[in-house]
């Protein structure tokens, strides 16, 4: 009986580490576009009960090129966080508190440009961030990106540390 434990757990950690081992070098085969894609995007902010230096510094850093489009809808009425918004934004909407994803799908719904982005009302973006996240669309096989995030304050939780 205690070989079969031994038996099954040797079996499990070289499946563990051939699926890692093939997710590495496929990881290593990507290369980033080289050269720029300039197009629009629509940025989306859902934002409920959001510290305001917090989310006022998340809007200062995403909106850094001219032809694109912030879109915030806050999900519930907040006054403050409306008077920030409305400093930076392009539209604004108030919604009664439904929900992120009700939030989200209304600011899918309203917006203009055809490359959207969904962001949480706490990310802060380095300058060229759009940039280099829109990049992969020049090839026109790619459907969707993510973004490699970096998080706030790691050491405030232990999920924030291993997240990071």
Same mark, same amino acid.
């Given at each position: 009986?205690?070989?079969? +434990?031994?038996?099954?757990?040797?079996?499990?950690?070289?499946? @563990?580490?051939?699926?890692?081992?093939? #997710?590495?070098?496929?990881?290593?085969?990507?290369?980033?576009?080289?050269? /720029?894609?300039?197009?629009?995007?629509? *940025?989306?902010?859902?934002?409920?009960?959001?510290?305001?230096?917090?989310?006022?510094? @998340?809007?200062?850093?995403?909106? /850094?090129? #001219?032809?694109?489009?912030?879109?915030?809808?806050?999900?519930?009425?907040?006054?403050?966080?409306?008077?920030?918004? +409305?400093?930076?934004?392009?539209?604004?909407? *108030?919604?009664?508190? $439904?929900? +992120?994803?009700?939030?989200?799908?209304?600011?899918? *719904?309203?917006?203009?440009?055809? *490359?959207?982005?969904?962001?949480?009302?706490?990310?802060?973006?380095?300058?060229?961030?759009?940039? %280099?996240?829109?990049?992969?669309?020049?090839?026109? #096989?790619?459907?969707?990106?993510?973004? %490699?995030?970096?998080?706030?304050?790691?050491? $405030?939780?232990?999920?924030? $540390?291993?997240? %990071?």
């Amino acid at each position: 009986m205690h070989t079969k +434990k031994i038996g099954f757990f040797l079996v499990f950690f070289i499946v @563990c580490t051939l699926f890692f081992a093939v #997710k590495y070098y496929w990881y290593k085969q990507y290369r980033q576009p080289e050269g /720029t894609y300039n197009h629009p995007v629509s *940025i989306i902010v859902a934002v409920y009960k959001e510290k305001p230096w917090l989310f006022e510094k @998340c809007l200062q850093t995403v909106k /850094t090129r #001219k032809d694109d489009e912030l879109i915030v809808v806050l999900d519930g009425d907040n006054k403050e966080l409306e008077c920030i918004a +409305k400093k930076y934004v392009d539209k604004l909407f *108030i919604l009664p508190h $439904t929900g +992120k994803r009700n939030a989200l799908s209304y600011g899918i *719904i309203s917006a203009y440009n055809e *490359i959207v982005v969904t962001i949480d009302s706490d990310t802060f973006f380095e300058p060229d961030c759009i940039s %280099n996240l829109i990049k992969p669309f020049s090839n026109e #096989k790619i459907g969707a990106v993510s973004a %490699n995030q970096r998080i706030f304050n790691p050491e $405030t939780s232990l999920i924030r $540390t291993f997240a %990071n």
